[in-house]
T-cell receptor, first 118, second 111 residues
Framework: GAVVSQHPSRVICKSGTSVKIECRSLDFQATTMFWYRQFPKQSLMLMATSNEGSKATYEQGVEKDKFLINHASLTLSTLTVTSAHPEDSSFYIC??????????????FGNGTRLTVT | EDKVVQSPLSLVVHEGDTVTLNCSYEVTNFRSLLWYKQEKKAPTFLFMLTSSGIEKKSGRLSSILDKKELSSILNITATQTGDSAIYLCAGITGTASKLTFGTGTRLQVTL
């Protein structure tokens, strides 16, 4: 089945630094990828929709200057958390849909990145 | 605002029991509903339901969508300890093709 690789799986950084998370679709092309964050015992919250070759679409309340998204190719999207603060500590998950499958094909998820900001 | 509600929030059953998980949705331009199983990391896909009244089955798991009631159920028969996980349902909007997730049902299957 389709595989989405997310890296790193775990990162600890100091307050004020930036962290980049990569999301790759390994055996399919994805014109659209989605970034979610999940707090403990809560559901996945959509942060932004990453579109290949164009600007990302951010959900209400998500700061686009803080969470920079780049979707430079059909298989790679990156999320950079800039000037990270302890409240940014969370579990970040990306997902992607096979472009050839149309809008009704299911999303496949990466394994997530646990970010801890100290 | 799109909303997906799952119940119960958590459930503890004995191995061999049958469980029914509920999901109700209020999603603009609804297209489909998806069920995922989340263990330690990323959610894994279980079912996508687009048509009302048609049961989808995979082994001991089955699911059905009721568009009139704006709801779906996920059934697990003869539960095993490996079924212990958080089960998430999500609604897809037609316009943006994005998912709105429910808070999940935490299922624990004990021996």
């Amino acid at each position: 089945g389709a595989v989405v690789s997310q890296h790193p799986s775990r990162v600890i950084c100091k307050s004020g630094t930036s962290v980049k998370i990569e999301c790759r679709s390994l055996d399919f092309q994805a014109t659209t990828m989605f970034w979610y964050r999940q707090f403990p015992k809560q559901s996945l919250m959509l942060m932004a929709t990453s579109n290949e070759g164009s600007k990302a679409t951010y959900e209400q309340g998500v700061e686009k200057d803080k969470f920079l998204i780049n979707h430079a190719s059909l298989t790679l999207s990156t999320l950079t958390v800039t000037s990270a603060h302890p409240e940014d500590s969370s579990f970040y998950i990306c997902s992607a849909r096979d472009s050839t499958g149309g809008r009704d094909s299911p999303l496949h998820f990466g394994n997530g990145t646990r970010l801890t900001v100290t | 605002e799109d909303k997906v509600v799952q119940s119960p929030l958590s459930l503890v059953v004995h191995e061999g029991d049958t469980v029914t998980l509920n999901c109700s949705y209020e999603v603009t331009n609804f297209r489909s509903l998806l069920w995922y199983k989340q263990e330690k990391k990323a959610p894994t896909f279980l079912f996508m339901l687009t048509s009302s009244g048609i049961e989808k089955k995979s082994g001991r798991l089955s699911s059905i969508l009721d568009k009139k009631e704006l709801s779906s159920i996920l059934n697990i028969t003869a539960t095993q300890t490996g079924d212990s996980a958080i089960y998430l349902c999500a609604g897809i909007t037609g316009t943006a093709s994005k998912l709105t997730f429910g808070t999940g049902t935490r299922l624990q299957v004990t021996l």
